[in-house]
């Protein structure tokens, strides 16, 4: 069975470009997730998606951010205007139950390394 | 809000070494505590779980045990392997209702020959 995959695995763009990270998720899992280690720090959640529908985008750190998962299956999030400080690594994660950690696990791609100069 | 607080990396060990990473954590209720790995070049992959209080949760050798009087959680293994060397995430997911899962920095752990 295919892992959660992430394409690009890394990007460098410079400071006012768009881009635009897609997450394949594995097949059958309706919730998706996108989260963010900037510089070391700590993983930070953006947004969660229940198919097709926006959970919770509460993490998402402003309106330069745009992510969707039109027909539910794969993810885009799409960063435009990039600003520097939006270098890091976005991670996706993917999982059938919606109660993650409780009963049923998430699974992460290895990340998309975004750095922005 | 619920915060995880760990230890500062990088640890850098001799093969065969005992290994503690130390995390704590501020949540309300009770919540499940996890510890995530990511080896190079891979994504993170859930090593150990526990779900209440006093539960130890182990895998691969290592454990960690839920101490709800200490509000911690520390990863231990008993002797590590080169093949250990990794980034360790400890995290937590709140009690009730629709949680999202909280990390920690993340701890850069080399094991040298």
């Known amino acids: 069975e295919a892992g959660v995959t992430q394409f690009p695995s890394h990007s460098v763009i410079e400071k006012g470009q768009t881009v635009t990270l897609r997450c394949d998720p594995i097949s059958g899992h309706d919730n998706l997730y996108w989260y963010r280690r900037v510089m070391g720090k700590e993983i930070k959640f953006l947004l969660h998606?229940?198919?097709?529908?926006?959970?919770?985008e509460s993490g998402m750190p402003n309106n330069r951010f745009l992510a969707e998962r039109t027909g539910g299956t794969y993810s885009t999030l799409k960063v435009q205007p990039a600003e520097l400080e939006d270098s890091g690594v976005y991670f996706c994660a993917s999982s059938q139950d919606l109660m993650w950690g409780l009963n049923t696990e998430a699974f992460f791609g290895q990340g998309t390394r975004l750095t922005v100069v | 809000g619920n915060s995880v607080t760990q230890m500062e990396g990088p640890v850098t060990l001799s093969e065969e070494a005992f290994l503690t990473i130390n995390c704590t954590y501020t949540?309300?209720?009770?919540?499940?505590l996890f510890w995530y790995v990511q080896y190079p070049g891979e994504g993170l992959q859930l090593l150990l779980k526990?779900?209440?209080?006093?539960d130890k949760g182990s895998n691969k050798g290592f454990e960690a045990t839920y101490r709800k009087e200490t509000t911690s959680f520390h990863l231990e293994k008993g002797s590590v392997q080169v093949s250990d060397s990794a980034v360790y995430f400890c995290?937590?997911?709140?009690?009730?209702?629709?949680?999202?899962?909280?990390f920690g920095t993340g701890t850069k752990l080399q094991v040298i020959p």
């Open positions: 998606f229940v198919k097709e529908s926006k959970q919770d």
């Open positions: 526990a779900t209440k209080a006093d």
């Open positions: 949540a309300t209720g009770y919540p499940s």
């Open positions: 995290a937590l997911k709140g009690s009730g209702g629709y949680q999202k899962v909280t």
